[in-house]
């Protein structure tokens, strides 16, 4: 039984498919699109997803949408009419969009079962192809769960626990009421553009002073007795759906909101320590009332703002669960995974578990495409005997490498597949891959990849963290080792690695550490600002060429700036 799923409704488009159990492939259609955060219907990845499953489109018995679109529509009216004479563009924005979205989906189906006998269609709950397909995959048999994120529907939280067969919802908090909105406000006031920067703010706050503007920024946000979210909105302009979502009580409590480009004041860094600390100690708070009031030991995070690895960390660190799940592609472009597991195993009543611990999901090109691209390109390489070896003696030498192996990742994290690696011991390195590759702002701090046999030696850490997703502190005695990697209050994006999950990575990591001798390298994603992370080896090429990369190691290859090479086994 193969079940297609697909996200399309909001943005960052996506596409998976499930075959009896198992997710075979999951793409995001910006990597095919360039168009980050894309919110066009995933036709591209549809038809790749297909490709590396080595099926049709006759071959689809489901298809699971992560959208119910129907689902709330008296609330959005209602709503609608609360906001007087600002009813009109409200009501049109969502009446818009869901009619062009469900046209463009009928117009797919249409396209491939024209007869009107395809597979049935499925719609799901936002939420709950967040939470409930994160759960499937996750390696848990009973967990606690929380799903948060901007909206869905008209959800923005939902909070309950399952024991594998029965979800019991404690909470379900409604637009307007938002802590994503919340979040995205304050990256908005920082220049950042909300919804997709984030993790920008996020990066930004260790500079600022938290207790500043926390007092206030506290007021706008209350958690009730079971978990449900009430913001002030008078400090807002989101719940209008207005592009400029801080209100002007927003604007005058904490000063000039920085416009694009420029430079980041004391009170941008402030703002985001406040907003940070904010809503983790909010969301912190609906953590406990997990804790009583469910007998799980494990939590399973999902949603938008489950990419908030400090927060997870907290999460962590703070609460009694043994340890928590957040899947690799937590916000939008992993629900096309949740509401395909979410047919298979609650609508469908399978009883086949997949646990989804290999983020590797997604195209892959063989060393003999690799070798025709770069000699379509008149590129001159050379044919390595081992990638890892080569790749560790050149971040020895303190070269930035581009890393093109394997199968794509799924997710917006970069995890040794589609990255750019550098040696994580060299003071400057922070600064130059800043500046001279990534072109992105000074402050932005970059993750390590560390063997999972040595982690706990250099991070403060007691499980594993295999999709970058949970921030720990550098241990103090080891920071001075690791300065590429140690933000500026002692902290790092840990990603741990298996052998058996990246062997390629795994070696190269340990032999860096033959030579540096700290098992740990500076990873980051294949890109530069404002682009999708690489696909193809060709995409792989150009970013080479258009950034201060040194070496691209791609596949079995070697191509370096200085034009050496061609075509010589070393």
């Known amino acids: 039984m193969k079940i297609l799923g697909i996200n399309y409704f909001f943005h960052d488009s996506s596409a998976c498919i499930v075959d009896d159990g198992e997710l075979v492939v999951a793409l995001e259609e910006e990597r095919f699109s360039r168009s980050k955060h894309t919110t066009l219907f995933p036709h591209a990845a549809i038809a790749r997803c297909l490709e590396v499953a080595g099926c049709g489109y006759e071959d689809i018995d489901h298809v699971a949408v992560s959208i119910n679109p129907t689902k709330d529509w008296h609330k959005k009216i209602l709503y609608g009419l609360k906001l007087g004479h600002r009813m009109w563009p409200f009501v049109k924005h969502e009446l818009i969009r869901a009619v062009r979205k469900q046209v463009d989906f009928n117009a797919w189906y249409k396209e491939h079962w024209p007869a009107g006998k395809g597979p049935t269609v499925h719609n799901v709950d936002h939420h709950l192809s967040h939470i409930a397909g994160s759960f499937f995959v996750s390696p848990y048999d009973k967990a606690a769960l929380l799903s948060i994120d901007g909206s869905g529907e008209w959800s923005t939280t939902w909070m ?59 007021q706008m946000i209350e958690i009730g007795p079971r978990g449900e979210v009430k913001m002030d909105l008078s400090w807002f302009n989101y719940q209008t759906l207005a592009h400029w979502r801080l209100g002007d009580r927003y604007v005058q409590a904490f000063g000039r909101p920085r416009q694009d480009g420029e430079p980041i004041e004391k009170h941008h860094e402030d703002v985001a320590a406040a907003a940070q600390r904010v809503l983790e100690d909010r969301v912190l708070e609906m953590c406990r009332i997990l804790e009583r009031e469910s007998s799980a030991d ?78 379509q390109c008149k590129l001159p390489y050379e044919k390595l005997g081992d990638a890892s070896t080569t790749a560790a003696r050149l971040l020895g030498e303190g070269k930035i490498i581009g890393w093109f192996q394997g199968r794509m990742e799924i997710g917006p994290r970069a995890l040794g597949s589609r990255s750019i690696l550098a040696n994580p011991t060299l003071p400057d390195m922070k600064a130059k891959i800043n500046a001279e590759v990534k072109h992105r702002e000074a402050y932005r701090p970059f993750a390590p990849s560390a063997t999972v046999e040595c982690s706990k030696e250099y991070f403060d850490i007691d499980v594993e963290a295999p999709f970058m997703l949970k921030v720990c502190d550098v241990r103090p005695d080891k920071r001075e080792l690791l300065p590429a990697i140690t933000h500026v209050d002692g902290s790092a994006r840990l990603h741990t690695v298996r052998a ?70 070393v």
């Open 160 to 218: 309950g626990e399952t024991d594998g067969r029965h979800f019991t919802c404690y909470s379900e908090t409604e637009f307007p009421n938002s802590l994503g909105s919340f979040y995205e406000a304050a990256t908005q006031f920082c220049g950042f553009r909300p919804n997709y920067d984030e993790g920008k703010t996020m990066g930004l706050a260790p500079f600022g002073d938290p207790e500043r503007f926390y007092g206030t920024m506290a």
């Open 298 to 375: 494990y939590l399973v995070i999902s949603g938008g703002v489950a990419l908030n690895s400090v927060m997870n960390g907290r999460i962590l660190r703070e609460t009694r669960f043994k340890d928590v799940y957040v899947m690799p592609a937590a916000g939008d472009n992993g629900t096309c995974i949740g509401a395909a597991y979410y047919v298979y195993n609650h609508k469908l009543g399978a009883t086949r578990r997949y646990s989804h611990n290999n983020p590797y999901l997604g195209t892959e090109y063989s060393n003999e495409f690799i070798e025709r691209t770069l000699k």
């Open 500 to 569: 058996e999950t990246s062997p390629r990575y795994h070696k190269l990591i340990a032999e860096l550490g033959g030579i540096t001798g700290v098992p740990v390298v500076l990873n980051t994603s294949f890109n530069i600002m404002g682009e999708p992370v690489v696909e193809s080896p060709l995409q792989a090429i150009r970013c080479f060429f258009s950034t201060g990369l040194d070496a691209l190691v791609i596949g079995d290859f070697l191509v370096r700036k200085d034009g050496v090479g061609t075509s010589v086994t």
